[in-house]
């Protein structure tokens, strides 16, 4: 079975989810012998043995992996611009909109779709929905959606960006099948969208078991004087609840002034987030560490007592699972999809910042429960494999191509 | 010569509220959740008297007028009482007019329905003396059977309750122990050599309490001259069935419209169709039969999941670690002598605490085998250490105000007994005096 499937980005470069989730599927689709041609917007690097198409070079170019610097795009508004950042760290930004991007890639994707070869054709997140709807009236395959996340998701509320929220909602309806990748996303899409559910699956996003990489322990004169390190590490937008979490970080310096919180992230709230710090007061027990990395994010992983995820909105979350690999455990919110698939992890409503600073303190004060947290916890993040998510996927593309081939 | 023993446990926890870390050392009530969650024990209690406790009772009265062949038995924990007594009194009385018919047996229980056996016998004897006095006091009887929480049973206990006086005690008649021989008879514990236990037979017993209304189970609907039939074929190979079941499986964890109601009201005159068939309580079951065999046992066996262990209480590290915690507290909350202090240190004990923070089903992936009021086990573990956090915190103060208040005392022991001596050579002429004087 060949399928061609539209992303946007892919590792190595440095983004949210999106292009690790798609390189862990992708490599496990591979695994069990589905062919995948990856179709990106843009010439970038890649990583695994994949065959990659970059939408961008005349789609008669001879097909081959092009090494230029790479760039990384969030979930933004249609009309921002884009913002990426080069595999040192620089951040760039380029004078296309988003949307003009979406719209170039989608005539190329159409382009794409009548010389390549494929049965099927799977679009990753709206800025693919687009060329993939265009695959699918140039081939008339059928077409899944894989949602990671919702307009609803980046602007935590009901003012979505109508641009968005239409290239989804029209897409959602034209597609043979949707993936999303928890209950709390199909949700999102059911209500929201008005989608029919029968037409929705859930597939939890899975997580690469990791070989830990041990560091020395990063803040080590803090932790030396008795300090305990509760960790942050996200973007700093309104969707990830950064300041429902320093509220709740005022309730817990008032009980306790010897737990420091640690925020690992850039966003358009990071001002914001610095100010509100200034006015309760905590300068002294926050640190802003700018956005971590790789290493630096690990070693931070594995200095910290509690990583604290607060989303608003969360279609997935792979943050804790993250940490709890590096041996942290961690306190999530339940309007994430990753609370649907951990039982060892503390779980609190986003703006419920009593119980928020009731559960830092109790994990920071009882080890026996922090242990157990991570012994049982990273038991369960084994059982997350991108396989048992590959085979999912492949269950459906198999139902769909029988459904198609008895209608024609 | 077949009889049937039924035995019913009633019980429920006082439920800790969610408690938080802010409340320790604001907050004295742990157990008064007023809100509509499943935590609220008065909610919980008045839910379960309507749709269990009241209509079940009616019914067990009911067939002891019909039938005056009919009697079973029941336990009741202290905690229960206690809450029958402050939320629904008419349940109370329900039950004792089922016990005044004489017909209905009370078996002997820890009054904290507490695993305390395991932690600390004098803490267990103090409980189980606890319980038989509420018992004596609401019922006017004094039990002679034994039960511990969770059907929890050893040798050791079993010698305990020899030791004490007890006629027998009851266990679950779980394979492994049996090996090839049958729960329906009476057999002597390991050690003992006057009592005798009593098996519970888990097939017959888990047909009503937990598959009565599986609609996936083969014999589902469930027919009561089906059920009978099962139980008379046990005619000459068995002495008695023991059919051990929560009482709130009648109505509550089998809801009404399962028809169990309907069931429990034809049991008895289908039981008693087969001629040679009747009912005893466990006293009557242990006088009558003589033991066939030894039971040794030498690990703890409960009638819980399929593992019959302990460790849906105590098999994680939080669970271990909680348990173990408020044991360590008992030499100075019984210092202090307040029985305020005691009774709530005394309610934490209770098992069904421990059970809110299993995690067992997330390896099987067994959800609702595991029912708890609590989001997850962490929520359960976390309101209970951050109670029992407030509660060593106004121990250790209390003792602390003792130590203020007390008269200052001679430092050395070596001190005190030399001036305890002085004293008494000092009385001496006055004690000869006294002596003397006395008519003889």
Known sequence: MRILTFGWDYPPMRNGGLGVACHGLTEELNSEGIEVIFVLPRKQTTIGNNQFLFADFAHN?????YRVDSVLVPYQSAHSFIEMFLADGTRVRFSRTILEEVCRYADAAYAIAQTENFDL???HDWTSYLAGQKAKLASGKPLV??????????????FVDPYVYEIERRAFNDADSIVAISNYTRNIIVNRYNINPEKIEVVHNGIKPQEVKLFAPALAELKAQGKKIVFYHGRITIQKGVDYFIRAARKVVDHDPNIIFVISGWGDMEHEIMHLVGALGLSKNVIFAGALWEDERDRMYQSADLLVMPSVSEPFGLVPLEAIQQGTPALISKQSGVAEVLTHVLKVDFWDIDEMANKIIAVLRYETMNKQLVQEGQKEVLKLTWNRAARKVIDLYYKLLALFRREI | MLTVCPYFHVHQPHRIKRYSIFDIGHDNEYFNA??????NNGKILRKVAEKSYLPTTAILYELLNQHPEFRFSLSFSGTVLDQFELYAPEVLVAFQKLVATGRVEILADTYYHSLAFFYSRPEFERQVAH???????????????????????????????????????????????????????????????RIKVLLKNYKLSDDIAFRFGNQGWGSWPLDVSTYAKWIHAHHGDGHTINLFMDFETFGEHQWEDTGIFDFLRALPSALLQHGDTSFKTPTETILSYPSVGEID????????DTDRDLTAWTGNDIQKDAIASIYRMEDEVMKTKNSDLIEIWRRLQTSDHFYYMCTKWSNDGDVHAYFSPYESPYDAYIAFMNAMSDLQLRVTEMLREEEVFKPPKPKGLWVRFVAWIMRLLGRLPFIKRRLGAQPS
């Open chain 2, 131 to 193: 319980h038989q006095k509420k018992i004596f006091d609401l019922f006017g009887v004094k039990p002679k059977v034994f039960r511990n929480t969770e059907l929890s049973y050893t040798n050791d206990l079993a010698v305990w309750c020899e030791e004490n006086g007890y006629l027998g005690i009851m266990a679950e008649g779980w394979d492994p122990v049996l090996g090839w021989r049958s729960p329906n008879y009476v057999y002597q514990p390991k050690g003992c050599s």
């Open chain 2, 297 to 304: 046992v030498p690990h703890i066996l409960t009638w819980a």
């Open chain 1, 121 to 123: 054709i799977h679009a």
């Open chain 2, 34 to 39: 007023s809100d509509d969650t499943d935590l």
């Open chain 1, 61 to 65: 170019a001879p097909r081959s992996v």
């Open chain 1, 145 to 158: 959606l894989h949602v990671h996340a919702t307009s609803f998701d980046q602007a935590a509320s009901e």
